[in-house]
C-alpha cells in the first residue's frame, strides 16, 4: 500500500521558487493536522509547517514569509510552496500526519545551488 508520494522537488538557484505535492491515502489525510517536514544530511528531521483540516497553519521560523502549506481534501493532497529559497533549505522533503503516525514516504529532494 503507497501511503504517502512526495514530489515536485529539483535543483533550483538561490531565490528560486518550487511547489511540493503530497498524494495521501484517505485514512492518512483525515488527520486533523497535515505537515510538510524535511532532513538535511547528518542533520535530524524537523518539521517545517503545518496545516489543520480548516486551514489553520503555523511555520518553523526560518520559513516563514517564504513558504505557504495548503490543502485540498477533496483530493487527498498536500502542497508546499515553496519562495526565495535558501542553501539551507536543501533537504529532503516529507509528508505526514502532525504527530507523525504512518510510515514515511521517499520523500522529494530540494537542492537549492548556484
Known amino acids: 500500500q503507497v501511503q504517502l508520494v512526495e514530489s515536485g522537488g529539483g535543483l533550483v538557484q538561490p531565490g528560486g521558487s518550487l511547489r511540493l505535492s503530497c498524494a495521501a491515502s484517505g485514512s492518512i489525510f483525515s488527520r486533523n493536522v497535515m505537515g510538510w517536514y524535511r532532513q538535511a544530511p547528518g542533520k535530524q528531521r524537523e518539521l517545517v509547517a503545518h496545516i489543520s483540516r480548516v486551514g489553520s497553519t503555523n511555520y518553523r521560523d526560518s520559513v516563514k514569509g517564504r513558504f505557504t502549506i495548503s490543502r485540498d481534501n477533496a483530493k487527498n493532497t498536500l502542497y508546499l510552496q515553496m519562495s526565495s529559497l535558501k542553501s539551507e533549505d536543501t533537504a529532503v522533503y516529507y509528508c505526514?500526519?502532525?504527530?507523525?503516525?504512518?510510515?514515511w514516504g521517499q520523500g522529494t529532494q530540494v537542492t537549492v545551488s548556484s
Open positions: 505526514n500526519g502532525v504527530p507523525y503516525s504512518a510510515s
